[in-house]
């Protein structure tokens, strides 16, 4: 989609989807919709309805980052751990790595 | 013209083809031309008990590393302070594979893989063992799970008052983890030709490192398990989204059998001669166990003395015990696994403890610790110790079990002496524990049990190459495993019917014969003539003795040859020939029959029970009181290959060459599609209008 | 480490045809299509070539009548394809499109001289550079250990020699120029032959032989496009004002 030949009050309701959509465990998409709408949301100048995006957009961008650090900190206290907890340490993984403990 | 019949096999036209265009600039296919395979090398594996693991694992991709040949220690020493091309793999000759070596250059960063020569007959340079011995095993064999500890005044290791150092020249090699793939090469082509990679591409120059490009090798055997068997034995139960195993018990079967079918009675006393011995052995190299002293002997003279009892059973000189009359049963069993903290005996031991001895499927009457009479037991007796055999006891015995251990001791050199045989007791100037055997087992079920070990070493092991590769280097005397096997045949006899039989002797052709099947080549006349036909077709394919070591408990083809054998053996022996068309099972209370190769039709009461470490029954993995030894699965893509390492500088150079022709295509190629008009134009200036080329 | 080196054999065997493709190519579908189309037909000649090599048989033992016979089929095939190509300008679609370019026939030629060097080039190299991933080098049995750059070379060398020879192929089949259609044969014979000549120790010959006739090609297919040293020199010498350009020149019709 060309946002170009988008109308201001599309690309509202398109930013808006995203972001609702976005609470469905879809962090990617919130950041999506951050890097898509940065440019309409705090460069172009103002139109109707942007501070509602730019309200969207910092809700994507927080919640995205919130996914963001929770799971990079979720992953490495994995990495680290898991052989240490033992069996519970397997009963979440999916894949049990060979040859190591 | 190879190449074009390696493609023609294929019978892919487009490949075809492709030959006919490129192969004139490539010749043949690259990876044999880089790559030279090795298939004659047998690999260190990885196994684990409660708390550690032991043995060799490559990463998973395989180990790279630059060949080092170790023949000496100026070799040796050369690499540990002075070799820059790390990781190696350093190839060592037999007398320079010793732990303290390894783990030097582990420890120096220097190895990423080792190998060894080998060759059974020394036929190469360099795969004689060294003089002083070699035995990977631990100083003090199975301490831990047998009779005496390891603390107290008869344990090995803590150096009690009483102690002997059974194994006095182990490394313990067997059980370190060393982290990086071990092989053992065997073939002497190959062998050959890694030398001579290593001496035109890697061989030092007056002391100095050589030039790229270096003669390397890729070491694959990559282990599935690590840690310990609890965590192993978790993992494989836990869910599954793929196939991976991790690793699998040690086990297999014990062979037992009796003079005479135990169906008709019912043991209320002590009613049952057990006389035993051990079926396997092991190696650091688990596939090149010939286990010569270290069980084939035991086995050996067993097998000879159950078939002197058993020609006095087939031409009914004797006849089945009368239990009322104070007579008894002659029970033997060869245990497996018992190198690995008794497996097979301990086994044997829960199951008659637990009323699960015999199998309850056979209908015998239950066999209870309590039942057996005495004990006897055959460990290594091959190897003479002052030109004398030892039958040990355990000096912790309670005093009427030690006066009934006295009466065998005195049968037993009884016996002995009139063939000319002596057989002492040990612990006549110092007292000293039982050694490494399956009595230990036994006894820690039931501490009165009489019973004796005989084995040829007085303290310390006679055999300096116990558990190793090299154990059937040294020369075992067969008169006196002769005599020995008839001492034993009388003895068991005395001790069953309380009447001495003159008209016993063991057969020196047969304990030959016995001993050559086991130790130099399974496929010899009296193996193929004790099995079935269609086991003694397969025989005839197979070459060398029968692999000792005791393997994983799930095997594919049901229990390892040697089980099978010892029965087929065990059968032969003691069975009688039954003339009864049909040969069914089950015929006059004989649990084995089966025709043999000759097509007789032959019976006894011989059987197999589980030796698998109870530990894997309870699920205690982490168990003190029974084995849980654990051997890691791998992938079947192990290998080893040799080829060249470039120099790093010259592929520097081919990256740089590539990098720097792109380029410099770039820069022609934009110039001439910018200027194609003017550069693409005849001489008379006629251009042509071009919007899309602007 | 011989990651290095798998990628500077990719560079060196097809850096330069893939930076002709995207900075000549890539942006104009149609020479895409022709491009594709000529690998096609390069494939198709290898298969007709792989089907006479199983049938008849005396080829499997001499090496270098096989080789005759698939230089042959390649050329043919090139033929071919140029036949196919001419029908294809009468239609309307094409010459509306050539319309726009007066380079266009030499451009055609050139893509499906590329197409068909790429596709041979890929046959050639790919096998080596699936084979080169792993720890080792070359040289166990005594085989050269320039074997892979030389091997990356020559592919380079035949790409490009493709390409030459498509422009001169063409050209010489609309223009009559028989002479030009010897010239290429032999000259592909020529270097294939060449290549027999390699053995473990020395690729010099066929390395020779393949440059030379490479800087030859080149040479002469720059000329049949209508380059010459004088418009060399004038594009080094002297830039045209773009606005005299207009004036100085006579417009002509590129189907002419």
């Keep these: 989609m060309d946002l170009r030949k988008v109308s201001d009050q599309d690309k509202l309701q398109l930013c808006r989807r995203y972001f609702v959509i976005g609470f469905a465990f879809l962090p990617f998409l919130w950041f999506v919709n951050f890097v898509w709408f940065f440019k309409y949301a705090f460069y172009v100048k103002h139109f109707e309805g942007q501070k509602k995006m730019r309200y969207y957009l910092t809700g994507s961008l927080i919640g995205f980052l919130v996914w963001f650090i929770g799971l990079t900190v979720w992953i490495s206290v994995y990495q680290k751990n898991r052989a240490s907890w033992g069996a519970t340490g397997d009963m979440i993984s999916f894949l049990i790595p060979l040859g190591e403990p | 013209m190879a190449y074009f019949q390696i493609f023609l096999r294929v019978n892919i036209i487009f490949i075809l083809l492709f030959s006919v265009l490129k192969i004139k600039v490539y010749g043949d296919k690259i990876e044999q031309s880089i790559y030279s395979q090795i298939s004659g090398y047998s690999s260190c594996v990885t196994l684990l008990n409660a708390t550690h693991q032991i043995g060799c694992t490559s990463k998973r991709k395989g180990n790279v590393g ?416 002769t005599k020995l096997a008839t001492t034993v045949a009388k003895t068991l006899y005395e001790l069953a019917y309380n009447e001495t039989n003159d008209d016993m002797a063991a057969n020196e052709e047969r304990v030959t014969e016995l001993l050559g099947c086991l130790i130099v080549n399974q496929n010899c006349s009296l193996f193929k003539q004790v099995v079935t036909k269609d086991k003694a077709y397969r025989l005839a394919s197979q070459n060398g003795p029968l692999p000792r070591y005791v393997g994983t408990d799930n095997k594919l083809n049901g229990p390892s040859g040697i089980t099978v054998m010892t029965q087929y053996l065990l059968a032969y022996f003691t069975g009688i020939n039954l003339n009864v068309t049909g040969c069914p099972a089950g015929s006059g209370n004989m649990s084995f029959v089966y025709h043999n190769a000759y097509g007789t039709c032959i019976g006894a009461s011989v059987y197999s029970s589980p030796a698998k470490s109870p530990a894997f029954i309870l699920e205690d993995y982490g168990s003190t009181e029974y084995s849980t030894w654990t051997e890691s699965r791998w992938g079947n893509d192990n290998r080893i290959r040799m080829f060249l390492i470039a120099d790093p500088t010259q592929e520097a150079i081919t990256l740089a060459v590539g990098i720097m022709l792109t380029l410099i295509s770039l820069v022609v190629t934009v110039f001439m599609y910018r200027k194609a008009e003017q550069l693409f134009t005849p001489g008379d200036r006629v251009l042509v209008i071009n919007d899309d080329m602007q | 480490m011989t990651l290095m080196t798998l990628f500077g054999c990719i560079f060196i065997a097809f850096g330069p045809a893939t930076v002709i493709f995207l900075v000549a190519v890539a942006r104009d579908h149609f020479h895409v299509i022709i491009m594709i189309s000529s690998a096609f037909f390069w494939l198709l000649s290898l298969l007709i070539s792989s089907i006479w090599w199983t049938i008849v048989s005396p080829l499997k033992t001499q090496l270098a009548f096989g080789v005759a016979f698939s230089v042959l089929f390649q050329e043919l095939f090139r033929y071919a394809f140029f036949v196919l190509i001419k029908k294809a300008e009468d239609s309307e679609l094409v010459s509306l499109a050539s319309k726009s370019s007066g380079l266009f026939k030499h451009k055609t030629a050139f893509v499906s001289g590329l197409g068909y060097g790429i596709m041979s080039g890929l046959f050639a190299m790919v096998n080596i550079l699936a084979d080169i991933t792993g720890p080792g080098a070359p040289g166990l049995n005594g085989e050269s250990p320039q074997f892979l750059i030389i091997s990356a070379l020559l592919t380079c060398a035949f790409v490009l020699l493709n390409t030459f020879w498509g422009i001169i192929w063409f050209e010489s089949c609309s223009e009559k120029k028989y002479g030009y259609l010897v010239v290429v044969f032999g000259s592909h014979l020529f270097v294939s032959l060449m290549t027999l000549l390699n053995n473990k120790e020395s690729y010099l010959g066929s390395m020779l032989s393949a440059y030379l006739v490479l800087v030859v090609m080149a040479v002469l297919a720059f000329k049949v496009a209508g380059g010459s040293l004088q418009n060399l020199h004038s594009i080094f010498a002297r830039k045209l004002p773009s606005d005299m350009r207009s004036e100085d020149v006579t417009v002509v019709s590129p189907t002419t």
């Excluded at chain 2, 047998?146 to 008869?154: E, F, I, K, P, Q």
């Excluded at chain 2, 079990?401 to 009884?414: A, E």
Aim: one cysteine or more.
């Design chain 2, 66 to 481: 630059v060949v080092h040949y170790i023949d000496s220690d100026e070799n040796f020493k050369w690499l540990l302070n002075k070799g820059k091309y790390s990781p190696y793999v350093s190839l060592f000759t037999a007398e320079y594979f010793t732990d303290d070596r390894l783990k030097q250059l582990i420890n120096a960063d220097k190895l990423s893989g080792a190998l060894v020569l080998y060759a059974r007959n020394f036929t190469i340079n360099g795969t004689n063992p060294p003089n002083s011995g070699f035995s990977p095993e631990y100083p003090c064999p199975n301490e831990k799970f047998g009779l005496y500890g390891s603390n107290g005044v008869y344990s090995c290791s803590g150096n009690g008052s009483n102690s002997v150092t059974w194994n006095d020249n182990g490394s313990e090699m067997s059980y370190r983890d060393y982290g990086i793939p071990v092989f053992a090469l065997y073939k002497e082509n190959e062998i050959n030709n890694l030398i001579k990679c290593y001496k035109d591409h890697n061989k030092p120059v007056n002391g100095e490192n050589p030039d790229y490009p270096l003669c390397g090798v890729e070491m694959m055997s990559f282990m599935h398990a690590a840690k310990d068997t609890p965590t192993c034995m978790r993992k494989s139960s836990a869910p599954k989204y793929t196939q991976n195993g991790f690793c699998d018990p040690l086990g297999d079967k014990n062979v037992w059998g009796t003079l005479f079918s135990f169906a008709d009675d019912s043991f209320t006393h002590n009613d049952v001669i057990l006389a035993t011995a051990k079926l396997d052995s092991t190696a650091f190299f688990h596939d090149l166990a010939p286990g010569a002293d270290n069980d084939a002997t035991g086995v050996t003279v067993l097998l000879a003395a159950a078939e002197v009892l058993g020609n006095l059973t087939r031409n009914d000189s004797i006849k089945a015990p009368d239990l009322k009359k104070n007579q008894k049963h002659i029970m033997f069993s060869f245990f497996h696994g018992e190198v690995w903290d008794y497996i097979g005996s301990s086994r044997m031991v829960y199951d008659m403890m637990n009323g699960d001895f015999p199998d309850k499927g056979l209908k015998l009457p239950r066999l209870d610790l309590s039942n057996i009479a005495y004990y006897l037991e055959l460990n290594q007796v091959g190897l003479l110790d002052e030109n004398s055999l030892w039958a040990h006891r355990d000096p912790e015995s309670e005093e009427h079990v030690r006066s009934k251990t006295k009466t065998m001791f005195n049968t037993l050199s009884k016996f002995g002496a009139s063939v000319n045989l002596a057989i002492k007791d040990p612990s006549q100037s110092k007292v000293q524990p039982l050694p490494p055997a399956s009595f230990q087992r036994f006894l820690k079920g039931n501490r009165s049990i009489p019973g004796l070990v005989i084995a040829d070493h007085k303290a310390a092991y006679t055999n300096k190459f116990y558990n190793s590769r090299f154990d059937d280097v040294q020369r075992l005397d067969v008169k006196h495993l």
